[in-house]
Nanobody, 125 residues
């Protein structure tokens, strides 16, 4: 079995910074495309940032120049560094991977459409 576990959320004042982490737990041998999504109360889940297996990032226009996505494949981690935070960034942030290769015993398996449970980010004075 494979899971994504987010951490690093919390309460921060406007203009502040937070760094979110997402770890793929289990006997992982490969992770392909990874995304960060967010969902505010009463709103649809939206894509915040994505990063390909080759490390190429893409960002939602609302976070360009403020957020940075990165990955460390040796640690099976993806990060979201968030700067110049605004109240409208308040949401639950979710990590997502389209495909994760992992071992189940000695068998190689692929987990598809894997979501984390989310971490809350609140931007407020």
């Amino acid at each position: 079995q494979v899971q994504l576990v987010e951490s690093g959320g919390g309460l921060v004042q406007p203009g502040g910074s937070l760094k979110l982490s997402c770890e793929a737990s289990g006997r992982v041998f490969s992770i392909y495309h990874m995304d960060w999504y967010r969902q505010a109360p009463g709103k649809q889940r939206e894509l915040v940032a994505s990063i390909t297996s080759g490390g190429s990032p893409n960002y939602n226009d609302s976070v360009k120049g403020r957020f940075v996505i990165s990955r460390d494949d040796a640690k099976n981690m993806v990060y979201l560094e968030m700067n110049s935070l605004m109240p409208e960034d308040t949401a639950t942030y979710f990590c997502y991977a389209d495909q994760i290769g992992y071992y189940s015993g000695s068998t190689r398996k692929i987990g598809y459409d894997v979501w984390g449970r989310g971490t809350q980010v609140t931007v407020s004075s």
